[in-house]
């Protein structure tokens, strides 16, 4: 067999020293792909979670709320069109910038413009067009991950393709504390009237048992109000728009990966074949009855984190968290987490192997939705916020890079775009169906039952590792 089914091919036979480990986070394609991975990550969660946070304080009601987080499913659908990034020219664009980077910055440009669509709009007053301005937005972004994971996969050679990961997930990463921690805190300060601290107090003495019902009780229904304003939401979504530029500009500065010469097409039927059936034929000539597994494990493998994901922060607003003390919280612990968790996830990837790691994530993902659970139990108190935001992102960190690496292990760099676009496809496709009925399940049982029931949702995932392991180590 050319290459083990389940193996992730950054394994080397002599590892290198940590000299060297350390080495590579240094080099420009490292470095390069930590801004590219900011670029990535910023659009997700505005989109998602912070959309959500906004939607709450609005005044929407969690069932819809979940029921529009099936706006993410665009990145579950990008492998149909992701033959075109890998393949179609853009006029003009790709003879200037090359066919990876026209791909990035049109899509970089579409992202722009969905989140200044967003920010003129008003939920309370209309919902429909700032759902139009997410849906732009979120197939801008599920464009330029194709390019963007094409673009990283043909940067360098599959030692150093842990590195990239790790550096693309930590860029990944700080851009989603951006338009997390980010936005709450920009909103906060563009808002022209505070809120009071009666009506604070309030909320969050309520909260707590609002949270373990399921319903927001009036006290905090009333706090939610007093501090809805669309103005301060608007400064922070124009704010993240032109956060965006940090991309264009690594863009424009950045190098065309070597080219790879595609024999021109007969007729229209030898382009989809190229462009459409090999892709997923190579895959299948290559994993034979084994790719059933691997694309079982990819489409769990983050069932736990994305399925909680969307609740979380309608959870914090029903706790009574204000948008400061979620801000605060998510921008110094889980800035540094997540930095620790995605150093350690690649660091450890190249030391000890993929897939030890992402048996590691696993279980660390799957724990940590408890403690959100004992969060929801416990009541409003900040200390044990940044503990579980804390844990939540050390975790999500190591799951994440060992998962990139591996993905990028599995692809072949003829197709890299189509067949990457394929798997980190099939990754969100389940998770985020199953997410959209997550407010339904809060309203009917609460958030505890809620937090353990994604946390359960996470043991197939430790079987699967554990039989893809196995695989692995009969086949050496």
Not at 68 to 85: I, R
Request: zero cysteines; a positive charge.
């Amino acid at each position: 067999m050319p290459t083990s089914a389940i193996s992730a091919n950054t394994d080397n036979p002599v590892k290198p020293t940590w000299r060297d480990t350390f080495k590579v986070y240094l080099e420009a394609p490292t470095l390069r792909m930590l801004l590219l991975g900011f670029s990535a990550g910023l659009p997700l969660l505005l989109v998602l979670g912070t959309l959500s946070f906004w939607l709450r304080e609005a005044g929407i009601d969690r069932t819809t709320i979940g029921y529009l987080s099936w706006v993410g499913l665009a990145y579950g659908f990008k492998w149909v069109w992701a033959p075109l990034v890998d393949r179609m020219p853009i006029p003009l664009l790709t003879r200037w910038l090359g066919r990876r980077r026209s791909w990035l910055l049109l899509a970089q440009i579409a992202i722009m413009v969905g989140l200044v669509a967003m920010s003129f709009n008003d939920p309370q007053v209309a919902l429909q067009p700032v759902i139009w301005g997410a849906l732009a937005v979120a197939f801008g972004s599920a464009t330029q991950d194709i390019a963007l994971d094409a673009y990283r996969i043909e940067s360098a050679n599959t030692e150093r393709q842990a590195a990239l990961a790790a550096a693309y997930q930590t860029g990944y990463r700080l851009a989603m504390i951006w338009a997390g921690a980010g936005v709450l805190w920009i909103a906060a300060r563009a808002e022209v009237v505070p809120l009071g601290p009666a009506v604070v107090q309030g909320a969050q003495a309520a909260a707590p048992v609002a949270a373990q019902i399921g319903q927001i009780t009036q006290a905090a229904a009333v706090a939610a109000k007093a501090v809805y304003q669309h103005s301060a939401w608007q400064t922070a979504y124009l704010v993240m728009a032109a956060s965006m530029l940090l991309g264009v500009v690594t863009v424009l500065l950045s190098p065309e990966p070597a080219r790879r010469a595609i024999p021109p097409a007969k007729n229209a039927v030898d382009w989809l074949q190229g462009a459409l059936v090999e892709p997923f034929a190579d895959f299948i000539r290559r994993y034979r009855w084994q790719a059933a597994l691997i694309l079982a494990l990819i489409a769990v493998y983050r069932i736990s984190d994305v399925v909680m994901g969307i609740m979380a922060n309608p959870f914090y607003v029903d706790m009574g968290y204000t948008k400061d003390e979620v801000a605060a919280v998510t921008k110094i612990y889980g800035v540094i987490m997540t930095l620790v968790g995605a150093f350690i996830g690649g660091v450890l990837s190249m030391r000890f192997g993929v897939m030890r790691i992402l048996m590691l994530g696993a279980i660390l993902s799957a724990a940590s939705n408890l403690l959100f659970s004992w969060l929801a139990a416990h009541g409003h108190d900040v200390t044990a916020l940044i503990f579980v935001i804390s844990a939540d992102n050390l975790s999500s960190g190591i799951a994440s890079a060992a998962f990139i690496a591996y993905l990028s292990s599995l692809t072949n760099v003829n197709y890299s775009a189509t067949q990457y676009a394929l798997f980190s496809s099939m990754m969100l496709l389940l998770p985020k169906f199953l997410a959209g009925f997550s407010g339904r399940y809060v309203d009917a049982f609460g958030y505890g039952h809620f937090f353990t029931a994604t946390a359960l949702l996470g043991l197939p995932v430790l079987l699967l590792v554990w039989l893809a392991s196995r695989l692995e180590s009969a086949e050496k």
